[in-house]
């Protein structure tokens, strides 16, 4: 089955500066890379996707670049603030999505 | 109002006991899902349906059953044979199996045993 693994487990940036996470993925039939944010207590919900066909995806102030060839994608967020403040996980698959273990972002004002 | 609503939002067991936790989509979604989440670590399959009627074991099913009679319903049962049950319980669905669209989740049920 697929394996994803994600790092760091933990960031801390100042508010302004950028924040990157990366995952790693197994199986090479995996095309679908979605990254969710999770706030306290609530529930994840999808910030950008990414599928084997695209090289890279920007919206406003989130990037996500996929490189199949190393099995890696990576989630970029420009400009961070306070509100980016969550749990991001990155998940792969193809039917039904691995999460990785989730980064814990923290925006310091 | 269209969305998926897991019930109830905090849920205390004995030890012995069964109890079912519920969700419900209106989003008129082939793929439903079930996912345990511990403090750090990610959400980790319990059980999928790609369709009603269909389920199928994820990578930690055991101690957990459910049932598909409805499209709109995915409810899972956490039995006595769940040795370590207390855990953060998310349902999420997605439009059909194999879409490559997102996972909608629902606010999640939060399990102690006590």
């Known amino acids: 089955g697929e394996n994803v693994e994600q790092h760091p487990s933990t960031l801390s940036v100042q508010e302004g500066d950028s924040a990157v996470i990366k995952c790693t993925y197994s199986?090479?039939?995996?095309?679908?890379f979605p990254w969710y944010k999770q706030e306290l207590g609530k529930r994840p919900q999808l910030i950008i996707d990414?599928?084997?066909?695209?090289g890279e995806k920007k919206d406003q102030r989130i990037a996500v670049t996929l490189n199949k060839t190393a099995k890696h994608f990576s989630l970029h967020i420009t400009e961070t603030q306070p509100e980016d403040s969550a749990v991001y996980f990155c998940?792969?698959?193809?039917?039904?999505?691995?999460f990785g273990d989730g980064t814990t972002l923290t925006v310091k004002p | 109002d269209g969305g998926i609503t897991q019930s109830p939002k905090y849920l205390f067991r004995k030890e012995g006991q069964n109890v079912t936790l519920s969700c419900e989509q209106n989003?008129?979604?082939?793929?439903m899902y079930w996912y345990r989440q511990d403090p750090g670590q990610g959400l980790r399959l319990i059980y999928y349906?790609?369709?009603?009627?269909?389920?199928q074991k994820g990578d930690i099913a055991e101690g957990y059953s459910v049932s598909r009679e409805k499209k709109e319903s995915f409810p899972l049962t956490v039995t006595s044979a769940q040795k370590n049950p207390t855990a953060f319980y998310l349902c999420?669905?997605?439009?059909?199996?194999?879409?490559?669209?997102?996972?909608?989740f629902g606010q999640g049920t939060r399990l102690t045993v006590v």
């Open positions: 989003l008129n979604h082939d793929a």
């Open positions: 990414i599928r084997s066909n695209v």
């Open positions: 999420a669905s997605s439009i059909r199996w194999g879409a490559n669209t997102e996972a909608f």
């Open positions: 199986d090479s039939a995996s095309n679908y």
């Open positions: 998940a792969a698959g193809a039917g039904k999505s691995t």
């Open positions: 349906s790609q369709i009603v009627n269909d389920f």
